[in-house]
């Protein structure tokens, strides 16, 4: 255990640096950060060193010298493709995720009739929203596959969904299937922000003569805000990044995360091996981007909900 | 408020579509799902008029007596045990040692916590190939997973033992411990860890419910986890795959209703608590 042997002073330096030599205060700040040893060393090891492998790897040209050619192959060509079908999916799985999401975790936290529905919205929520991988790609393979119910079902109603041009692997179907655990995820994101709206304001408004649609365009809306567009930010690194759903629903290799896994399974000749590593460099860029994003915004909203 | 009356019956006609529309969208792939698993019918043949016909568990059963089913279910149940164990080894000190020590930390601290939503599972076993060739003794062995599973479910564990720590009042139980004159390791294992009791059971779940479902590295990886195999084995038996899928869709669902029963428990808190329990699940 990190911290048996520390010592039993516990005030957090204030008092040491007004008096006790510099030495003193530098040591004891030393000290305090040792505590985390065990968890940088770790996240170090199964973390850090992983990825900036990826890097290197992507940052290597055809003759082993370092270089930018395999990342920019990485986003030319074929691998252009992959990357604009997938932001362009993810992008519509974010979007159609915020605004269901954001619907229904309002509907859940005003209605007032059966008590139970708030608790049963955010609890299946909590399920949902971690429902990834196998499970819920065989869901939809029985429900909109070819020969799935749901395709049975719309058939009889006289819409052949497979008329078009859907599959559960294109733009339409990762959507549909993606919204099965993106609604819940905006629905826990959202919730506690739908409740950091006082009712107070919406009467303050009223009173000034605003009506529902002054409410929500000058008030409701500004302060969401910052959590919906949080919440799209989560939901398109959570559509983009996704690995097993995509895996069973199709072998597209037009989604970035199931051509990275093409290219590691390794049928190809060495040359070719460092634009897999870019694809995955590029998409922790990214993740980093939005992440970040998302980080920020998330402090912003809880400016509101923390009051 | 001036609303017209029509209006007001817009404004709760709307929410309870909303609701309807969502229960049809999140039951149907599941009841689809389970007709295909448990219905010994053609899945051609599957209509109206044999909706109660021919169910049985024989397809789930029979993948039960696959020689890998048991193979594969023991070493993703030991991954958990052996990931979650890891996960509190580590989390337990760090976040306490946080909460004590350097408060000025903590945000720092929760910001690499979720950089595992950064590095994504296919990133992270990309940089795992890489690696590979250097550190075969390790990597070679199925447990060399757990630590990567630890990392996977890092953004959910470290949230739910902040929350737990957050919600007690550590400084003063530990200087209560301390001055008693107990040692440091008494005073986390008989002071620290029965306060944390609910926190930790939330985050052994959640971690149990990550290493049960992880699919990408263990896939990529060629690992023979539980995942993996209920893969392989729908290649086969397409019903049986689906048969398994549903049970560990149960046996996740029962973790996260535990976890659910466990926050509920503590409501008696004060509310700031019990709200940010809500979407511990996540970032």
Redo the contacts between chains.
Sequence with gaps: ????H?S?K?D?GVVATAAAPLLFSVLRRVS??S??I??FL??I???F??????F??ALHDADGSFGFSAMREAISGQNLDAFIFSLKFSAGAAFVGVV?GG??A???A??TRPRW?RNI????S???????????A???L??LGR????T?ILNAFGWDLYAGDFKLGEVSGLITVY??FN?P?MV??T??AI?GLKSSWREAC?NLGG??WTYWRRVGLPILAPSLLGGFL?LF?NSF?A??TA??LTDNSKIV?LR??FF??GDISIGEDAV??SL??W??IL??IS?AA??LL?RRAERW??S | ???SRS?RAL?RL???L??IA?AI??A??????A???FQNLQ??D??WNNLFEKWSFSSITASFSDDFFAEALTLSLKLAVGTALFTLG??I??A???H??????RVF?E??T??????????????????KPHARWFLNSDYSLI??Y??LALPFTYRSIDTGLRAIDL?VLV?AS?SLGS???AT?FRVVIPNLRAAIISSTFLTV?VVL????IS??LLKRTF?SF??QY?QSDPRG??AL??L??LG??LL??A??VLSKSRSTRPQ?VS??Q??E???
């Design positions: 255990m990190a911290f048996t520390t039993p516990k957090e305090a950060w505590g985390l065990p968890f770790f996240l090891l199964f973390l060193i992983p990825a900036i492998s990826v290197s790897q269901f619907f229904l309002y509907a859940a005003t209605a529905l919205v955010s609890s299946f909590g399920v949902a929203a971690n429902m990834g991988g196998l499970p819920l065989f869901a939809f029985s429900l020969q799935g119910l749901g049975k919204s099965y609604i995820l826990l994101v919730l506690p409740d009223a009506s529902a989560l690194a990044s690995y097993a895996r069973q995360p990275i896994s590691l399974g897999g590593y995955a460099a998409m922790i993740m980093g992440m998302y980080w998330r909900s923390n | 408020m001036k609303q209006q404004g709307l929410p309870t909303v609701l969502s969208f999140f149907f792939p599941l009841l689809a799902m007709r295909f698993a899945v051609i599957l209509g580590l989390l000190p760090t306490v040692w946080v004590l020590r350097l408060p000025k930390a601290v910001f690499l979720i950089l595992p939503y950064v590095i994504p599972a296919i990133a992270l076993v990309a940089g795992i190939v890489v690696v630590p990567f630890v990392v400084k200087e301390r040692t440091w390791i986390l419910a479902g992880e699919y990408t896939d990529v995942p209920m893969a729908r795959g689906y899928a549903i560990a869709l996740t669902t996260f209703v976890i659910g700031q709200r940010s809500e979407n699940i996540l970032v």
